[in-house]
């Protein structure tokens, strides 16, 4: 029987060795590179989504979401939208029946909404998901230390995702972010279909 922590303090996962993604990651900053990477992300049943905006540090200010992570279990794709835009091929994905998980999955469709039409289909959202099986914790920081005993860094999160050229720290973490979520939602999908676990309370 597996035990899973309902939660974890900060304090806890400052003590825990890192993790980062150790696939390949492929910026996509062209038209002409958008449609070859879909067509390979449609040939998987499972990507796993996320986003980035440039932070705005001026009262009122807001900026359009600069990238947008598609990830299978060993590639990412970074789509660099404030140079490409949302092609029709993208657009199809996010409208498509394929499973695109992610986390605080409201708040991403809604900043892609502030400039992009599309009707989202075959998103989930891992911070129902893990509620209903009674982990407490939401952010994806805290849910990947409870299952695998490591940290996701934060510190890129606050970088300019619009700079002409993205570092590699930039790119891992944005790779990072998007493949945690496949791993998270595979690894929970197992335990339920084995039922071997249990939720147990412990920080909070």
């Not at 150790?22 to 992300?41: C, P, T």
């Not at 939208?81 to 469709?109: A, C, E, F």
């Not at 005993?149 to 998007?178: F, H, M, P």
Request: overall charge neutral; aromatic content about 10%.
């Amino acid at each position: 029987m597996i035990e899973i922590a309902g939660n974890i303090s900060k304090a806890e996962i400052s003590q825990l060795p890192p993790v980062l993604f150790e696939g390949r990651v492929i910026v996509i900053h062209s038209l002409s590179d958008v449609e070859k990477a879909v067509n390979y992300l449609k040939g998987f049943p499972i990507l796993g989504f996320d986003t980035e905006t440039r932070p705005s540090f001026s009262r009122g200010r807001m900026y359009d979401v600069s990238l947008m992570q598609v990830s299978t279990d060993d590639t990412c794709f970074l789509f660099r939208l404030n140079y490409i835009g949302m092609p029709d091929s993208l657009i199809n994905l996010l409208q498509s029946r394929q499973l695109k998980v992610g986390l605080s999955l409201k708040d991403d469709i809604h900043s892609l909404h502030r400039k992009y039409s599309f009707e989202p289909q075959g998103f989930l959202d891992l911070q129902a998901y893990v509620k209903n099986m009674g982990i407490e914790a939401q952010s994806l920081q805290k849910i990947y230390a409870l299952l695998f005993g490591q940290k996701i860094s934060k510190s890129q999160r606050l970088t300019n995702w619009e700079a002409d050229v993205l570092t590699d720290r930039q790119k891992a973490y944005a790779a990072t972010d998007a493949w945690a979520c496949i791993r998270i939602y595979k690894y929970l999908e197992e335990l339920k279909c084995k039922d071997n676990y249990r939720i147990i309370e412990l920080n909070k």
